[in-house]
């Protein structure tokens, strides 16, 4: 279980990872030896999975976001194993996620402009068959912080 200084440095390193531990310890009120060692439990206990750059999609040229719901008529292990390659395979697919419902795949799409999506399209229409593919291009970005509540833990 976690206590409230576990969230705090949490939260802190989910808005900057680059924050210095003294930085961290001043913040939540722990000496920097403390802290640190916090910080490598909350590591060791897969809390923190990794620490990444966030870079500014349009300085990287790709501004033009798309999501794609996709229906399948074949649920067979097979079938989503090939899937699961094929959107790994793809790096434009930035995430992927099976729902519930009437959809089965929901893909977040990030690319140059809107012309690259009939390349990744046939990229995908090439390995697997669909039943159902369609594409919605996001008009702005509305909120996309990446972080994660900590208050429930």
Known sequence: ??????????????????????????????SVSACWRRIKRLGDEGCIRRRVAVLDRRKMNVPTTIFVLIRTSDHSTEWTDRFRRAVADIPEIT???????????????VLP??????????????????????????MEEMKATGVIPTSYI
């Open 95 to 109: 995430e992927t996620y099976r729902l519930t419902g009437n959809i089965d795949y929901l893909l977040k799409i």
């Open 1 to 30: 279980m976690l206590d409230d200084r576990d969230r705090r440095l949490l939260a802190l390193l989910q808005e900057n990872a680059e924050m210095s531990v003294n930085d961290m310890a001043e913040t939540v009120a722990l």
């Open 113 to 138: 402009d809107v012309e690259h999506w009939d390349m990744i399209y046939n990229r995908l229409v090439t390995r697997l068959n669909f039943f159902d593919v369609s594409s919605y291009i996001s």
